[in-house]
C-alpha cells in the first residue's frame, strides 16, 4: 500500500490516505483534555500578578471566599506544599522552573498568584475576580537585548571553526542586525488539565502535553510520588508546537488544587495566559558578517544572537546553529547569550532557534548576493556542504540540491531578476525570494506492542501523542504495508503514559522514532506467524486463519526500537527544506501579498503523503505569520502583554494564505531506519521568513531585518 501511495518526487496533491482520526476530529467525537467529565468535576481559575517586579504583601481572598460556589482560593499562604519543589540549597540567579504559590516572590507579570476552585467555571471566574493582592513593587525590566554586550548570561561557548571573523577580509561583505521579536504558542487547544486524586497518592491527569510519560515523570517527582502511581492521558492535542513538552505552573496548580478540595479539578488557561505562561519563541537579537569572494565562494560568516530568558530560569536554545552547518565555509564563529529579563521564561517553538537563526543568515546570504551579483540559488550551490562542516562526517543522506531545483522550477524563478523593484503587475511590485533551513533528523528509543487478534485485526500500542501531524496515519500505513493489511483493519492506539514507552513528541522525531518501531514490531509479529505456519512461511499470511486453525486467541510482540549507535557515530544526520515565495507588494500602501510559495522538503522516504502535505503547508504558514504578523508587545510601562487576544496578535488566516504547493524529494535515508523516513515537523517552518523577507526586497528594494514585514516598514 505504501509503495503504491508513493511515487519519487511527490508533486503537490492531496492523494494518499486521509486521517485516520480525521472523521473523529470534525465530528466533536475526539476528546481533548478539557472535555472529560469525571464524578464531582471542580473548576479552577487562575488570579494572575499585575505587577512585572516585585513581592506580593498580602492577597485579601475574603470576598472570593464568600462567592456562591467557592470551594478554595488557594495563594501562597495557604497553598499546600509541593514536595517536590525544593528551593535550591545556595539561591542562585537561576532557581529553575517557577514554583506555583511558594513564595511571595513576583518575576513576571501574569504570574499565577492565587486559584479559586469553585463548583462551576462561571463561579470560579467571578470569584477570582474578586481576589485583590497588595505588592512591594519593583522597577522591572522587560527590556529585549539589541547588542551582544547585553548578554549577560552565556550559554555554551562561543565557538570559531578556522579563523575568527575571517569574513572581515573578504573582498565582497556585509554587517547586519536581525531582529525577531517575541512569538506565542497559539493553538486552537488551549492548555488545559483535569486533575484528579484517587487517595493520596494515585493520581490520572487528562492533559494537553505532547508527551505522556515525560509530564508523568514531572509530575511523580514534583508530588514526590512513585511514577507508577500517576496516569497522564493525552488521547488527542489540539495543536501543539513546543509549549507543550514541559510542565507549566498551571498544571501543578490544578494537581494541588484537587488535592486541597478531594475532588477532581479542571483548569484551562485563558488565551492571555498563553502570552505568559506556557512558553514563548523568545525576542532575539541577531548579528551576522558574511562575506565572499567575487566567485562567490564564502570566506567566513560571523554569527551572534542575543535571546531573552525568565529571571528565575535559562531558556536556550540553536539561532547560531544554521550558520555553522549550512554551508560549506572555512571559518565560522559564533556567539550565543541570554538576557534575563521580568518576563515567562521562552520555551521551543516550531523549529526553535534555527528558524530565528535561518532568518537571519538566509537573509544575509540574500543581500550578499546582490553584492556579487549571483542569483541566490546559485550562491547556495557554489557554497554546498558535501559533508557536515563542524565534524567532517558524511550526511545519511542529502538532496538539498536536488530541493533547490524542484522549488525553483515549480515557482517560476526563471521570471526572477538579479534586481530589485525590476517585476511589476497590475500596479503591484513584484518579488521573488527563497530560503532554506536545517534540522537535526533525530530517532529516539520507542516500544510498540503489535497485537494480532483473532478476527485479524492488528492493535499497535504505544505511549506517545499526536500533537497534530498525524502520528496515527502515518503508523498505520507502516503497518498495512508490512503485515499485508489493509488500513481500517489497523487500530493505532496512543496517548496514554500507561502504553509502551514513547519520548515526547517533539523535534520533529516521531516519524523516525515511533514508525520505526511500528516497523520492528509489525516485521516480528508477521515472522511469528510464518513460524507458526512452517515451510518459510508465505508473504501475505492469513492471520485470523491461522489463529484459528492453531486455537489461538492472538498473537502479539512488544519491541523496543532505537537508532543503532554506528549510524549516529558514522553520520551527521539532518533533514532539509528550501521555501520560495512569490508576492506581490503594493507601492502606495506597503500590502504584501503572499501570491505564490513552493517548499520543499528533503526529509528522506515520505510515508504518509496526504498528512505530509498538510505539515509541510502549516509550518510554512507558520513562517508567513513570523515573517508579516506575528509579534508580542510589552508595554514596558507595565512589562505587561497588550496584544494578548487574537484579535491584536494576529496571525495568517485563509484570506492571507495563496497557492501553497508541497514537493518532496522522497529519497530514502537509508541509514536513520528501515523505511527511510527523516522527520518534517522543523523544516516546514525553518528558512520561511526569509524567503518572504527577500521576495520583499527582491520587489521593492527595501531590505527589513526586524520582523515582521508590516506595511509602514515598505512605504
Ligand atoms: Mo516541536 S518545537 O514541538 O515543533
Redesign the pocket.
Known amino acids: 500500500m505504501m509503495e503504491e501511495a508513493i511515487k519519487t518526487a511527490i508533486p503537490s496533491s492531496a492523494d494518499g490516505m486521509s486521517r485516520i482520526d480525521g472523521r473523529a476530529k470534525v465530528t466533536g467525537k475526539a476528546k481533548y483534555a478539557a472535555e472529560y467529565r469525571p464524578d464531582g468535576l471542580a473548576y479552577g481559575v487562575l488570579a494572575g500578578s499585575t505587577i512585572a517586579k516585585g513581592t506580593v504583601t498580602a492577597i485579601d481572598i475574603a470576598r472570593a471566599e464568600k462567592a456562591p460556589g467557592v470551594l478554595a482560593v488557594v495563594t501562597h499562604f495557604n497553598s499546600p506544599k509541593v514536595p517536590g519543589h525544593q528551593k535550591p540549597k545556595k539561591p542562585t540567579k537561576k532557581a529553575g522552573p517557577i514554583l506555583v504559590f511558594n513564595d511571595n516572590v513576583i518575576h513576571y507579570n501574569g504570574q499565577p498568584i492565587a486559584m479559586v476552585i469553585a463548583d462551576t467555571y462561571e463561579r470560579a471566574l467571578y470569584a477570582a475576580s474578586l481576589v485583590k493582592a497588595t505588592y512591594n513593587k519593583q522597577a522591572h525590566d522587560t527590556k529585549p537585548p539589541s547588542d551582544i554586550s547585553m548578554g549577560i548570561a552565556p550559554w555554551g561557548k562561543d565557538s570559531v571553526r578556522g579563523e575568527a571573523d575571517a569574513w572581515k577580509n573578504a573582498p565582497f561583505k556585509l554587517e547586519q542586525e536581525y531582529v525577531i521579536p517575541t512569538e506565542v504558542h497559539n493553538p486552537m487547544e488551549l492548555h488545559a488539565i483535569i486533575a484528579k486524586w484517587d487517595g493520596a497518592d494515585k493520581l490520572t491527569v487528562w492533559d494537553k502535553t505532547?508527551g505522556t510519560q515525560a509530564t508523568r515523570d514531572d509530575i511523580a517527582k514534583a508530588f514526590n510520588i512513585p511514577a507508577a502511581n500517576v496516569q497522564v492521558i493525552a488521547k488527542f492535542v489540539g495543536g501543539?508546537?513546543?509549549?507543550?513538552?514541559q510542565v507549566w505552573p498551571h498544571e501543578i496548580a490544578a494537581i494541588l488544587g484537587a488535592k486541597l478540595v478531594r475532588r477532581p479539578v479542571k483548569l484551562v488557561l485563558h488565551r492571555q495566559d498563553m502570552f505568559t505562561s506556557v512558553g514563548h519563541r523568545p525576542y532575539t537579537w541577531q548579528k551576522v558578517g558574511i562575506g565572499a569572494t567575487a566567485d562567490g565562494k564564502l570566506v567566513g560568516i560571523t554569527h551572534e544572537a542575543v535571546g531573552q530568558t525568565s529571571t528565575y530560569e535559562d531558556f536556550a536554545e540553536g539561532p547560531i546553529n544554521v550558520s555553522k552547518g549550512l554551508y560549506a565555509c572555512p571559518n565560522v564563529t559564533t556567539r550565543y547569550k541570554l538576557l534575563s529579563l521580568n518576563i515567562g521564561t521562552p520555551t521551543?517553538?516550531?523549529?526553535?532557534g534555527e528558524a530565528t537563526g535561518a532568518f537571519a543568515l538566509e537573509s544575509a546570504l540574500d543581500e550578499l548576493s546582490y553584492q556579487v551579483k549571483i542569483d541566490p540559488v546559485q550562491l547556495r550551490l557554489i557554497n554546498y556542504a558535501k559533508v557536515d562542516p563542524e565534524n567532517g562526517k558524511p550526511y545519511s543522506s542529502k538532496y538539498l540540491d536536488e530541493a533547490y531545483k524542484m522549488g525553483a522550477d515549480q515557482i517560476g524563478w526563471e521570471n526572477r531578476r538579479q534586481e530589485a523593484g525590476a517585476v511589476k503587475k497590475d500596479g503591484w511590485l513584484v518579488g521573488y525570494g527563497m530560503g532554506g533551513g536545517m534540522f537535526g533528523a533525530y530517532r529516539d528509543s520507542a516500544t510498540v506492542k503489535a497485537v494480532m487478534r483473532a478476527d485479524g485485526t492488528l492493535l499497535l500500542q504505544t505511549a506517545v501523542t499526536d500533537?497534530g501531524p498525524g502520528t496515527g496515519t502515518a503508523m498505520v500505513l507502516i503497518a498495512a504495508d508490512i503485515m499485508g493489511l489493509p488500513a481500517d483493519k489497523i487500530k493505532f492506539e496512543m496517548g496514554d503514559s500507561s502504553l509502551p514507552n514513547a519520548p515526547?513528541?517533539?523535534?520533529?522525531a516521531t516519524t523516525a522514532t515511533v514508525g520505526g518501531a511500528v516497523y520492528d514490531a509489525c516485521t516480528e509479529l508477521k515472522q511469528k506467524f510464518q513460524k507458526l505456519i512452517g515451510n518459510g512461511g508465505t508473504d501475505n499470511p492469513d492471520y485470523a486463519k491461522i489463529l484459528s486453525d492453531k486455537n489461538l486467541a492472538g498473537l502479539d510482540v512488544t519491541t523496543q526500537s532505537s537508532l543503532g549507535a554506528d549510524a549516529q557515530n558514522k553520520y551527521s544526520m539532518q533533514a532539509w527544506s528550501v521555501h520560495f515565495t512569490r508576492v506581490l507588494v503594493h507601492p502606495a500602501t506597503g500590502v504584501v501579498k503572499i501570491d505564490k510559495v513552493v517548499s520543499v522538503a528533503d526529509s528522506g522516504k515520505v510515508i504518509s503523503q496526504k498528512t505530509a502535505r498538510s505539515q509541510l503547508i502549516g509550518g510554512a504558514i507558520g513562517g508567513i505569520g513570523m515573517a508579516l504578523m506575528e509579534d508580542a508587545i510589552i508595554d514596558h510601562r507595565y512589562g505587561r502583554y497588550v496584544n494578548n487576544n487574537f484579535a491584536d496578535y494576529h496571525v495568517p488566516v485563509n484570506a492571507d494564505i495563496p497557492q501553497m504547493e508541497a514537493l518532496f524529494v522522497n529519497k530514502p535515508d537509508s541509514h536513520i531506519n528501515a523505511m527511510g523516513a527523516k522527520g518534517m515537523?522543523?523544516i516546514s517552518l525553518i528558512g520561511m521568513a526569509a524567503a518572504v523577507a527577500n521576495a520583499v526586497f527582491n520587489a521593492t528594494g527595501k531590505r527589513v531585518r526586524d520582523l515582521p514585514i508590516t506595511p509602514d516598514k515598505l512605504i
Open positions: 505532547q501543539a508546537f513546543g509549549s507543550a513538552l521551543w517553538m516550531r523549529g526553535p500533537i515526547m513528541q517533539g523535534g520533529s515537523a522543523e
